[in-house]
């Protein structure tokens, strides 16, 4: 079968929302035609689909290094590789005791290569918010939000901060007039 019969067969699995066997008849159609970068690419969005996102970076790559022309093959890339950093910082943030440290310059890493990874700036803000760093915890949750609008837990998690910032805020000023007295 030829590549284009395959791309075919992998978008009506598409289409039933059966990505596995999408990823099957792009491969395929890789076999059939492996220089053909989009089949690369089609691949690889399949496969992130999926979940799988070390096959996904794979094939992404590859659609890149085929035929770098396509400026959608190196955001996707990108997007890809940013989730990839946020699956290595949720593993430092799950260690015990938490690897905050590390996790961190991944996080940073991952919001710079895809600006509208939510998970990125949330989890970013968070850890801030543990660390007692209130303003840049603010900051990224407001990210979190203008990127996800109704995410409940990122709208908590600025109040909350907000609320934090104002009460040492007050607390501060508070000091500042007894000692004036």
Not at 11 to 39: K, R, T, V
Not at 116 to 141: H, T
Request: a neutral charge; proline letters at 4%; glycine letters at 4%.
């Amino acid at each position: 079968m030829d590549g284009e019969s395959c791309v075919k067969k992998a978008y009506e699995h598409i289409l039933n929302s059966d990505f596995e066997q999408a990823i099957e008849w792009f491969e395929q159609a890789i076999a059939a035609d492996p220089g053909n970068a989009g089949y690369h690419y089609k691949c690889a969005i399949s496969c992130s689909r999926s979940g799988k996102w070390s096959k996904a970076h794979r094939y992404a790559m590859l659609a890149v290094e085929l035929d770098g022309s396509h400026p959608e093959y190196g955001f996707y890339l990108q997007t890809i590789e940013a989730k990839l950093n946020v699956i290595a910082a949720e593993q430092f943030i799950k260690a015990i005791p938490p690897l905050h440290a590390e996790a961190l310059p991944l996080l940073r890493l991952a919001a710079e290569k895809d600006p509208l990874s939510f998970e990125a700036f949330f989890l970013m803000a968070m850890i801030y918010a543990e660390l007692g760093e209130l303003d840049a915890a603010a900051a990224n949750a407001r990210e979190a939000i203008r990127i996800d609008p109704g995410h409940s837990a990122a709208r908590r998690l600025f109040a909350d901060v907000n609320r934090k910032r104002r009460a040492l805020r007050d607390g501060i000023k508070e000091r500042h007039r007894k000692r004036n007295r």
